[in-house]
């Protein structure tokens, strides 16, 4: 999974969202400064876009994405680059700005989640380095995993 690293396009976002719930490395902005995009690909990121002239003009570095839904564009991304993502990349990346997530310190967790949260979590608590957001196993990632599961991802990979 580590090389497998993509930007999306400003039509992307909830697809976007969907690849960092999965593990993958997905750089998306709501719009790009010009160029940029094209920085990204240089650096070895491959492009995901819905724009047909976009897709063509940047080759084997991109992915014209069809569906309208971001399960049909999911699964068919998933089925076209052969990903399997392992159930234990789930959750690993910041769903905002995509860094790696570390284990929370419990000082640090019993101080920014709500009490309750701290003493059903506490080791499962896991914090963004750069956005200092935290997360823990609870409601929205129960009805993540499930979606995942129903769109074909099982947990038992």
């Known amino acids: 999974m580590d090389d497998m690293r993509f930007v999306a396009d400003s039509m992307l976002g909830r697809l976007a969202k969907w690849l960092r719930v999965l593990g993958y490395d997905t750089h998306y902005q709501a719009s790009y ?6 920085a990204l690909i240089r650096d070895g990121r491959l492009l995901l876009t819905r724009h047909r002239k976009r ?3 940047s080759g084997k570095r991109a992915v014209f994405i069809h569906g309208n839904h971001v399960s049909e564009q999911l699964i068919a991304l998933t089925r076209e680059l052969h990903m399997t993502p392992p159930p234990s990349a789930w959750f690993n990346r910041c769903l905002i700005c995509n860094t790696q997530l570390r284990q929370a310190c419990e000082s640090d967790a019993r101080e920014k989640v709500p009490e309750y949260v701290f003493y059903q979590n506490m080791g499962r608590i896991r914090f963004c380095p750069s956005c200092d957001r935290y997360f823990w196993p609870g409601s929205h ?3 993540m995993a499930a979606q995942l599961r129903e769109w074909g991802f099982p947990l038992d990979r």
């Open 141 to 143: 990632r129960s009805t």
């Open 55 to 57: 897709a063509e003009m």
């Open 33 to 38: 400064p010009p160029g940029v995009m094209d």
